[in-house]
């Protein structure tokens, strides 16, 4: 296994020594966005000096910038079943919980998809417990392809990530042939021991088999895989150090790393007693974490869920975040029961505005909300996508791309003042274009774009 514990634990306990020229050396490094290797990762995150996490935090800050502009990519999870066979001490989804356990009929699923259509949603994460038996792998296939089929005026889904548990390389072969994004799953915690205590019974409680997921998804075709741990379970400096080795070899042995990272926190669930976890992350930690991660990966999405609260959820933008969820549920059926008031949702979201409201703040705030899909419908993922972000060129396509999928949702969802704010967003981004080119943004190039076979150009 590539992972070992005593490796990481002598890795973190070396990295203390680090004085402070060698931390300047690895801040001059990080600033050149090529990223940085697990040890000088681990020389990060044990600094207290205020003026190295200020620098983190700016450096942090450009390399976003620099890489991503004021996007911000948006989605939301669609939870499918919640039926599960595994007793994970953190899930409200734990087998031994007893409430209306249902997995979604392809109804159902036309349903939830046409109000996250309505939101004006384009990309979702398709999420489930395991459960081979009722939630069968066929079942995950038949529920994307009607996810892809549903189209509703000019609303369709064009990016499904799909969050289910390890499986075999077939099942991910299956995946790939239904044409998913990015296959994510989380190693929720890479420290051994605390993962036997977490997962108490069923499948996932191997932790090779959890741990090796993405090797077999990617030698079953899938391009883009998206990592994360659940912080609060162990030590979560050990954990991004578990997560920054993992990425390295995948990149080894792939010639990509993570496509995308995760990075949940431990949230309140029906059943489980949050504050019997001792590893509880607090903010401060939590920022710099994040920040860290954003210096030493920097071509690699970071995703921010509704898990965080709004505050939050802001600074974080600042910080290297480039995905953001909007107008959440992490329940199964949640959008359509919306009204009737959550039930048994996975966990509790501490972001629970709308969409609109999300959407709206972000133009308000000078980012670019962005509903773009183009790479992976053009063929740019795995070490194809990095070597293009790598070269500095993958931004010369995200930005007339996000600007045009703007441009499109302000037309399809948004008032006249929304309208008026995507507007200026372009002029800010290209303050030399006309009039004319801005509406043929939408007219004219929208239907290629959902076409997805080429990209478009200002
Ligand atoms: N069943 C799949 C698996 O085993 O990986 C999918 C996982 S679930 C739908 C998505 C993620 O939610 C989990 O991987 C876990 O990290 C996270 N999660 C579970 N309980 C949580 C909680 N109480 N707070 C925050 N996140 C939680």
Known sequence: MFIEKEYINSVLEQAKDTDDNEIEAILNRAEHSRGLNHTDIAALLQTTKPEHITRIFSIANNIKQQIYGNRIVLFAPLYVSDYCVNQCAYCGYNCGNSFNRRKLTMDEIRREVLILEQMGHKRLALEAGEDDDRCSIDYILECIHTIYDMK??????????VNIAATTTEN???LKDAEIGTYILFQETYDQDVYNRMHISGPKKDFAYHLEAFDRAMEGGIDDVGGGVLFGLADPFFEVIGLMIHNEHLEKKFGAGFHTISVPRLCKSGTININAFPHLVNDQVFEKITAVIRLAVPFTGM????????????????LGISQLSAGSSTEVGGYSRREEGRSNPQFEVNDDRDATAIIGELMDDGYIPSFCTACY????????????????????????????????????YGNDSFKEKAKAAILREYPHISNDRIRKLTVENVEKIGAGARDLYL
Do not use: W
């Open 377 to 412: 419908r053009s063929g740019r993922t795995g070490d194809r996508f990095m070597e293009l972000a790598k070269s500095g060129q993958i931004k010369d396509v995200c930005l007339p791309n996000a600007l045009l999928t703007l441009r499109e949702y302000a037309e399809d």
């Open 172 to 174: 991910y072969r299956k």
């Open 152 to 161: 509703c005026n000019n609303g369709e889904i064009r990016r499904l990530n």
């Open 303 to 318: 995703i921010l869920s509704t898990r965080e609260g709004h505050t939050m959820r802001k600074k974080l933008l600042k």
